[in-house]
């Protein structure tokens, strides 16, 4: 089945880094897309970044623009957000998602999410 383990979550004052990578194994989708989603707690799930394999297209939430990369190692079947410039704000579990692509603006089928990472940023 497919398995997404996200890791590199931490504790970081504000203005650190830390670089998540989320491994994926048991699909074999043609066309994917990789994503990051964060949730804090008492609200919602929000999307932060996703790529996309192999175009390698990325997109961004408004809110981490020029503070964090998405990237792929494709020799290792895993996808990295470097995350940069981090705020109290940026307190969340980290969540990797991975979905079928059917072209480069079109998801189709079931996404599948790893367990979460957490990521807490204080001082």
């Known amino acids: 089945q497919v398995q997404l383990v996200e890791s590199g979550g931490g504790l970081v004052q504000p203005g650190g880094s830390l670089r998540l990578s989320c491994a994926a194994s048991?699909?074999?989708?043609?066309?994917?897309?990789m994503r990051w989603y964060r949730q804090a707690p008492g609200k919602e799930r929000e999307l932060v970044a996703g790529?996309?394999?192999?175009?390698?297209?990325?997109n961004y939430a408004e809110f981490v623009k020029g503070r964090f990369i998405i990237s792929e190692d494709k020799a290792k079947n895993t996808v990295i957000l470097q995350m940069n410039s981090l705020q109290p704000e940026d307190t969340a579990v980290y969540y990797c998602?991975?979905?079928?692509?059917?072209?480069?603006?079109?998801?189709?089928?079931?996404?599948?999410w790893g367990q979460g990472t957490q990521v807490t940023v204080s001082s």
């Open positions: 998602n991975v979905r079928r692509l059917l072209s480069e603006n079109i998801l189709i089928g079931p996404a599948y």
């Open positions: 048991g699909f074999t989708f043609s066309s994917y897309a």
């Open positions: 790529i996309t394999n192999p175009g390698g297209s990325t």
